[in-house]
């Protein structure tokens, strides 16, 4: 998980121009990352985080789902 946080880490000038974008996901977009997380095995220290992130992506999935 250490790479990944490091990979995101985000220069300070570059910050205000990603805050100008749109990084919202579509219902179709966060079901198919819940499906591909559906497949994917995980070890020790991840399943907390990965079974949060789950939730989280779930709660949005029908947040989404709603707005149909």
Do not use: C, R, W
Request: hydrophobic share 40%.
């Amino acid at each position: 998980m250490g790479v990944l946080s490091d990979a995101a880490k985000v220069p300070k000038e570059k910050k205000q121009d990603i805050q100008e974008k749109d990084f919202s996901l579509t219902a179709k977009e966060v079901g198919f990352l819940l499906a591909k997380l559906a497949d994917l095995e995980f070890k020790g220290v991840e399943i907390e985080f990965t079974y949060n992130l789950i939730l989280k992506l779930q709660e949005h999935y029908k947040y989404l789902s709603q707005d149909k």
